[in-house]
């Protein structure tokens, strides 16, 4: 049994108010498949305001998959820095040098494919990012489901908890051929800017007639709970010299993976003494873990040598834990000071 409404959401009202109403984001503007795969990656877990941002430094210092292969996985995770969930950075990596290995090798002779099942071959691509690319980079007909079309869905359909196939196949129904990715993209842009998850605008919706859970509209779909761990750590942050600190490149598959940074120790963390000065806290938050960093410096310069913060890629926690010393200079021995 099908699960689309009796009375059917509107598509060419839907089509018209997207081509009236879409912001005017920059890898709109492109047909450039490698562009709209970079915007795609970026916004998996990055807001549009910033993903914006962040995608105009990847497209610059990175205009072509080629580039991206030709470079080593520290300067793609330099280039992303800020960005978060540094994981998309690095399959990123993987996929520019996929992408560009002969066929005969497993890769696809430097092009990006336009075929869904080739896309969601390569690495760090799911099936929402392979129907999306497939979509809006090449044509091809395929329903895009992302957290703001289950919403809309739910809505629609007056649905608490609709299950993954339950919005998938409502997709599929729904999906304009001849328009697949600007129907995939008006979707989206409804969900993102009008049917929100909290305060949605319902007045200003071009579908509002066919939803079935508009009179209570935030009921549907139900919310889930987070589950965010609390964490507490502590630091001892040394410096050189010349006040560069001792930080050090984390594994790949680790939290931060790849990353520079000083070491973050669990456990008891201590009391000053003459070796270590507590500098304050650093709070962070990731989106399942809240991490609390007592932050503490080295009285003695390390004989070892130090990086210089702006030559490698750090979290931005580790940013805050360096910055909170430079701002507290006195803790600093002050050999150290510049």
Request: charged fraction near 20%; hydrophobic fraction near 35%.
């Amino acid at each position: 049994m099908s699960v689309v409404a009796l009375t059917r959401l509107s598509q060419r009202n839907l089509l018209d108010w997207y081509d009236e109403h879409k912001r005017d984001l920059p890898w709109r503007s492109t047909n450039d498949p490698w562009a709209i795969l970079l915007s795609e990656i970026l916004l998996q877990q990055t807001q549009v305001s910033r993903g914006i941002i962040y995608w105009r430094r990847m497209i610059e210092t990175f205009p072509t998959i080629q580039s991206m292969a030709d470079s080593t996985v520290d300067t793609v995770l330099k280039a992303w820095e800020g960005a978060g969930y540094y994981s998309r950075a690095r399959r990123l990596h993987a996929l520019s040098q996929t992408v560009m290995l002969p066929s005969a090798d497993g890769g696809f002779d430097g092009s990006l494919p336009s075929s869904y099942p080739a896309l969601l071959s390569l690495p760090g691509i799911g099936p929402y990012t392979a129907a999306a690319v497939a979509s809006i980079a090449f044509g091809q007909p395929f329903a895009c489901v992302d957290g703001n079309i289950k919403r809309v869905m739910a809505r629609q359909e007056e649905m608490v908890d609709p299950s993954a196939r339950e919005v998938q196949v409502w997709a599929d129904e729904y999906l304009i051929q001849r328009r697949p990715g600007d129907w995939n993209q008006a979707l989206m842009e409804l969900g993102a800017t009008v049917c929100t998850p909290q305060k949605p605008r319902c007045h200003r919706c071009p579908v509002q007639s066919s939803c079935k859970g508009k009179n209570t509209p935030t009921a549907y779909p139900k919310a889930t709970k987070t589950k965010v761990k609390e964490v507490t750590l502590w630091t001892c942050v040394e410096f050189d010299r010349l006040g560069n600190p001792i930080i050090s490149q984390r594994p790949q598959d680790g939290l931060f993976g790849g990353l520079w940074g000083p070491q973050l120790n669990e456990g008891q963390v201590p009391n000053p003494s003459e070796e270590q000065r507590f500098v304050g806290i650093v709070e962070h938050k990731l989106s399942h873990r809240s991490m609390t960093v007592h932050v503490f410096t080295s009285t003695r310069a390390s004989s070892q040598r130090g990086h210089n913060p702006l030559d490698v890629a750090m979290s931005v926690l580790d940013q805050k834990v360096i910055n909170l010393i430079r701002a507290n200079e006195h803790v600093i021995p002050p050999h150290e000071k510049k």
